[in-house]
């Protein structure tokens, strides 16, 4: 029994596909797990909840009041007792409604007030799946955090055809099995993960820096991500105003410009078993740091003598030592994929993570990115729009089959 002592709140919203939901509420059941369903009113024309509270063993929730007691049910502690929540079917209109939190049934509100991860199984016509509307809904969702199970891709010939459809019973219960496997995964425990983070500032003088817009979300997402799968974490930060991993088992080593971040690097990666190089770290520094502030002394333009800042990847990439691993990051506008390649190759990374610099939901400053993972033999792997920590889980992942 995989799910022994789960608590799923298994949401039903009013699609054909909702006769479906009673093989999964078996299934999950069948694994140990204790489910609630919450019902919307639409979902009861086509599944009774005399069916699915005799699946379960518990009433199911619907309406915001029960008929004859008047008794209010309680969204918050469903939130508060739930580990996970999965809403299969996911109609076009309730994945509506959870973007834009219209909060007009049970099922909405529970999710409202979810406190536990969500995930949806989105079941409609191929026309309502494609319609932008319900594709920025579920960017939107994505954004989020929800989890979006996509449709059945195995049969599909190309694009969208066939998408839409619920996935079947059994392949959720996978992925809701893997969510709490990967919940639990230790897999990084006994490595020592070192972590780039952040801009660089360099310094033109006392009062003035050259810098740029990283946030260091990104780093500080898969420094919490490899902490919490055991990693023994080491995070070199630029400057990052009021931002701290939340994760307290990750040491944080703060520095300023990029030659204070080679140094950094340096004497952690002596033993890092895995180094990722996350960090917007400035290719350029002024070659002198005036002391005191630049005076203005007549109009005019001013001059600004740039010399080149270390590669801190290529500089660890060429000391690299059997078995250690190096990730790196290119933020890119265009030609995104020859340009990963090549900065792979020239930094001696055994994995590159593109993301594009063009979009405010995504790169710099954003708390989604759309990312693709280019690895040696060819490797390549793109992902929709997905939260940071979401991306750092399938980094991680990609990491942890690299052989070492
Ligand atoms: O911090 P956030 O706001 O969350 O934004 C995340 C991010 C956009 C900064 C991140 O996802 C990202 O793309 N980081 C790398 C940005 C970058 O500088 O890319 P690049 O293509 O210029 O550099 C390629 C690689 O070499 C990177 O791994 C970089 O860390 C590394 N590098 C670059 C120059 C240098 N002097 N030293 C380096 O180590």
């Known amino acids: 029994m995989r799910l022994e002592g789960k608590h799923i709140v298994?949401?039903?919203?009013?699609?054909?596909a909702a006769y479906k939901s009673a093989?999964?509420?078996?299934?999950?059941?069948?694994?140990?797990?204790?489910?609630?369903?919450?019902?919307?009113?639409?979902?009861?024309e086509f599944i009774t909840p005399a069916t699915l509270a005799a699946l379960s063993g518990k009433p199911v929730v619907s309406e915001f009041f029960a008929a004859n007691t008047g008794e209010w049910h309680s969204h918050v502690d469903l939130g508060l007792w739930a580990d996970l929540m999965v809403i299969a079917p996911a109609t076009a209109c309730t994945l509506a409604k959870m973007a834009t939190?219209?909060?007009?049934?049970?099922?909405?509100?529970?999710?409202?007030?979810?406190?536990?991860?969500?995930?949806?199984?989105?079941?409609?016509?191929?026309?309502?799946?494609?319609?932008?509307?319900?594709?920025?809904?579920?960017?939107?969702?994505?954004?989020?955090?929800?989890?979006?199970?996509?449709?059945?891709?195995?049969?599909?010939?190309?694009?969208l055809e066939g998408k839409g459809r619920m996935l079947e019973p059994e392949q959720i219960l996978e992925k809701v099995v893997e969510h709490f496997e990967s919940a639990s995964r230790k897999d990084f425990a006994g490595e020592k993960v070192v972590i780039t983070a952040g801009p660089t500032r360099e310094k033109i003088d006392d009062v003035r820096f050259i810098a740029n817009h990283s946030s260091g979300k990104m780093g500080m997402a898969l420094a919490e991500e490899f902490?919490?799968?055991?990693?023994?974490?080491?995070?070199v930060c630029g400057p990052v105003e009021g931002r701290k991993p939340v994760d307290a088992r990750v040491k944080t080593v703060k520095v300023e410009s990029a030659l204070e971040m080679l140094d950094a690097v340096k004497k952690e990666y002596r033993d890092a078993d895995v180094t990722i190089f996350a960090a917007a770290?400035?290719?350029?520094?002024?070659?002198?740091?005036?002391?005191?502030?630049?005076?203005?002394?007549?109009?005019g333009p001013m001059t600004l003598s740039l010399v080149e800042n270390p590669d801190i990847a290529a500089e660890m990439g060429a000391n690299k030592r059997e078995g250690q691993v190096n990730v790196g990051f290119a933020l890119e506008s265009d030609n995104g994929l020859q340009n990963a390649a090549k900065k792979l190759d020239a930094k001696n990374l055994d994995l590159i993570v593109l993301n594009p610099a063009n979009r405010s939901d995504a790169g710099f400053n954003a708390d989604t990115d759309i990312i693709t993972l280019i690895g040696r033999d060819n490797m390549k792997e793109e992902f929709p729009l997905m939260t940071k920590r979401q991306c750092a889980s399938v980094i991680a992942n990609a990491v942890a089959k690299i052989a070492r």
């Not at 969702?141 to 199970?149: E, F, H, T, Y």
């Not at 520094?285 to 005076?295: F, S």
Request: proline share 5%; aromatic share 2%.
């Open 10 to 16: 298994l949401g039903i919203s009013g699609g054909i």
């Open 23 to 44: 093989a999964l509420l078996r299934l999950l059941i069948k694994e140990g797990a204790e489910v609630q369903v919450v019902i919307t009113p639409n979902g009861k």
């Open 101 to 159: 939190g219209v909060a007009d049934n049970m099922l909405i509100t529970t999710y409202l007030s979810a406190k536990e991860p969500v995930m949806v199984a989105p079941a409609m016509d191929l026309d309502m799946f494609a319609h932008p509307s319900t594709q920025r809904n579920l960017d939107t969702l994505r954004g989020d955090g929800v989890i979006v199970l996509d449709s059945p891709s195995g049969e599909l010939a190309s694009g």
């Open 227 to 235: 902490a919490s799968r055991g990693a023994d974490v080491t995070l």
């Open 281 to 299: 770290v400035a290719d350029y520094r002024p070659e002198v740091a005036v002391a005191g502030k630049i005076k203005r002394e007549e109009r």
